[in-house]
Every structure is written in C-alpha cells, then in structure tokens.
C-alpha cells in the first residue's frame, strides 16, 4: 500500500515467533522495529516522560513474556503490540490515580495531539503526520482518544455527549477518512 | 449481522482499537476467520492506524533498550518465562510478582536485621577493647611519669651524695638498735640534708622515725622518714648542726625529740 517506511530487517510474524522461542535478539529487533512508534502512543496516555519509560520497559518485558500468545488470526503483530502498550499505560495510570474507568479529561487538555506535534522529525513521519493534519478536526480527535488514549467508546460518548452508536459509525468514518489520506497520499 | 453489516457497522474499528470485548468481540473473531472481506477489512484499518501510529512514534532514549534488555536477560524471579498468558492472567501476574517482592522483602528484612545484630556486637565489642587499651595507655602514661620522676629524683641524689660540699655523717645504732646504720648528707652550702638508711627495723605502727639536728645542745626537727620505701631521703634544710639523731616519734613528727626512743646518732 505505502513505501513511507523502511522494511523491516525481519517479518515482525517471525519476529514475534522467535521471541516467543525465547530468542533475545529478536526482541532486540522488535524493539528496533516498534520501540518508538509504542513509546508515541504511551507518551501520549501517560504524558510525562519517566512514567513513559518505565512503562515501555514494561510493555517489552511483557511482550517478552507473553510472545506465544499471540495469535496471527486475531490480527497484525504491531495491533497485538499496542493493545499491550495501551493497557499496560492505563494500568500505570490507574496506579498513579491518574485515571479511573469512565473518567476522560478534556480533550484540548492533551499535550500532544495527532497530526500538530513535532515529537517525530522523521520526514517520512512528518509526511503521514501532514495527511493525519489533514483529517476533519472530530475525525481526529476520535481516532486520538481511541487509538492513542486508549479511551472506551462509553467514554469518548460521555466526552462528546454523543450516543454510542454514533461514536461508533463516526469512527468508522474517521478510519475512512484516514485510510483515503494515506491512499492519496501514496 | 451478516459480514456486510458488520463491516458498516463500526465494529471493525473499534474491534481493532481495543475497544471491544466479551460477545462483540468473539462475533468479529468469527466473521474474520469465515469470511475474506471482514478479514481484509481489518487488515486495511490495522495499517491504516500503524501508519498513523508510526507518523506519531517518538523515539525513546537509547538506555531505555539495554534496560529492557537487561530485565529479560536477568535471572530475575519475577521474569521467568511462564508460558503463554492470557489477558486475564495478568492478576496472577502481578499478585505472584506481589508475593514475590513480599518474599525478597522479607528475606532482605531478615539479613539485614542478622547483620546490624552481627555489626552491633562487632561495635560494643571494638568498644569496650578501645575502653580497655585507654585505660592500658593511661596507666602506662602514670607509670612513665612515676619512673621519670623517680630517675629525676635518683640523679639528684647522686648529685647530693657526690657534691664536693657534701658532707657525710655516718649513724650509728644505739642501745635501741644496736644493728641500726644511716648515713646523712649534709650540704653545708646549700643546707640541703639527705638520709640514706642502711640499716633500720621498720617503726611501730603509727610511728615514724624523726631526724634531729643538734646544734650547741638544742635539737632542730629535719623532717620524718620511714624505714623502708627510699634510698634516699630528702630532709628539711639545716643552717648547722655538731652532730644528728634520730629517735621514733607519733607519725607526722614532734615538736621536741623523745630522748627515750633515740635509735641512731653521728657527730659531725
């Protein structure tokens, strides 16, 4: 679909297969692969940079851990990746009362925001980062609060005052929105 | 729902942001492994939002890999491999890593506790060995002090006795003490007397020998000494003296000599 970035040294499949066989360099690659592209999505959950870390130091070793549970039917290494990142940043959360269940902060309140930050000077990234600039403003912030806050649909409803079923079909309309972006823009 | 509906509904999305879970969830598992077109849209929105994700990475510093590194390389208790672990498991996890830290905890607890006990004997014993070696070093000060006195003492009395102007009064017992023997130097010029006794039974308790000069008849008190404890006495100043007696008085001395208990005399 898009050549914006490097291919990977190893198919992140294999990748994942061998450190679930206990193989150290292949994390190592992993990490390479995926380290930052995680470490956006949990600095954008957790905001300060030391909890940040510990978290993403948390995320590898469980990945290290739990590597042979991952099932490739059940989707791509990268999406299994950052539910674990995702989770593991909202536990940090919770354990610091950051954040309970069903609590949101405002959304203008976020200190990175998609698309308008300048946290990744990679001229690939800044490419993509103008298409995802280029999303309608809602389609934005809820591809935000759902893929890198980490937020429930309950929550982004409560937040938005919308109904669910709503939040729902308007972010099926922002993934479109996105996809025919990067469509174009490749 | 067939796999059309399901595909306009929103689900996908949100099946692949982590927002669904239980039913919702099992239903797209379903359709993504029956049905092309689910699994494809899936697949579309996936990379969709990985590329956005990695438009948005921001690189971690580079200490942050040899760390993650260094925990799955550590024969670290609470990073053994367990085997694969579903999502529920984590509550396991993170208690046995709980009960795991507890332990350490405790265990640590414990060493610690033996060795301040261990280093708390240590301390008192090192103590009390620095508390004895001063009390050494001071009595081995005191004694230094009592034997430079005494060396002091001992060459001033050589110079007494070897002194040109000195003057040697040989004591001789009398009836009292036939055995009896002193001997009195007397530095005319300086009037400085010194005893040496030679010869003397010790002095009935509470008494002390008192020396006497005699000058043209009348005794002058020059001091008490004892029997034993010196070579040599130092004696009170004598301006003149034609001879020296010594008779056993109260301790501390008399005023006037008890002629009775006279034991020792010498002409100048």
């Known amino acids: ?88 940043a909202i536990d940090a959360l919770r354990s610091a009362g950051m954040r309970n269940a069903g609590s949101i902060r405002p959304f203008d309140q976020h200190v990175y925001r998609l698309g308008e930050d300048t946290l990744n000077t990679d001229l690939a990234a800044r490419d993509v980062r103008a298409v995802v600039g280029r999303l309608r403003n809602e389609h934005r912030e809820l591809i935000e609060m759902a893929y890198f806050q980490g937020y429930s649909q309950q929550d982004i409803a409560e937040r938005t005052g919308l109904p669910l079923g709503t939040v729902k079909s308007r972010t099926r309309a922002a993934l479109l929105d996105l996809r025919e972006q990067l469509k174009d823009h490749s | 729902m067939n796999a059309e509906e399901l595909i306009g509904s929103g689900s996908l999305e949100a099946y692949v942001m982590g927002q669904l879970h239980g039913e919702e969830a099992a239903l797209v598992e379903r359709l993504r492994s029956s049905d092309a077109r689910v699994r494809a849209e899936i697949e579309a929105i996936e990379l969709a939002l990985e590329q956005a994700a990695m438009a948005a990475a921001v690189v971690p510093p580079q200490s942050l890999k040899e760390a993650v590194l260094a925990r799955v390389t550590q024969p670290d208790p609470r990073l053994g491999r367990i085997g694969p672990v579903a999502p529920v498991g984590r509550a396991a996890e993170v208690a046995s890593y709980w009960r795991w830290l507890a332990a350490a905890s405790v265990a640590a607890l414990i060493g610690s506790a033996y060795f301040n006990y261990r280093m708390m ?39 007494v006795v070897l002194a040109p102007a000195s003057r040697t009064v040989e004591l001789s017992g009398t009836a009292n003490a036939p055995q009896a023997k002193a001997r009195v130097y007397w530095d005319e010029s300086s009037r400085s007397v010194h005893l040496a006794v030679a010869e003397l039974p010790s002095a009935p308790a509470g008494k002390q020998y008192q020396l006497w000069a005699l000058l043209d008849g009348k005794p002058i008190d020059a ?38 208990t006279m034991v020792l005399m010498g002409q100048v």
């Open chain 2, 223 to 260: 001091g008490v000494f004892d029997a034993t404890g010196r070579v040599l006495w130092s004696m009170k100043e004598v301006n003149g003296a034609q001879a020296f007696a010594v008779t056993i008085e109260d301790a501390g001395g008399s005023p006037t000599p008890t002629l009775e």
């Open chain 2, 121 to 159: 004997g240590e301390l008192r014993e090192v103590r009390q060995q620095l508390v004895r070696m001063e009390d050494e070093r001071s009595v081995l000060a005191q004694e230094l002090q009592v034997q430079r006195t005494a060396l002091y003492e001992a060459n001033d009395q050589l110079a």
């Open chain 1, 1 to 88: 679909m898009t050549a914006t970035f490097e291919p990977m040294p190893r198919d992140p499949f294999e990748l994942l297969r061998s450190v679930a066989a206990g193989d150290q360099q292949a994390l190592a690659d992993l990490y390479d692969a995926f380290s930052a592209a995680l470490y956006g999505v949990v600095l954008r959950m957790v905001e300060k940079e030391e909890v940040a870390q510990e978290v993403l130091q948390d995320i590898f070793v469980k990945v290290w851990r739990n590597a042979e549970g991952y099932d490739p039917d059940k989707g791509r290494p990268f999406t299994w990746l950052v539910n674990i990142a995702r989770n593991t």
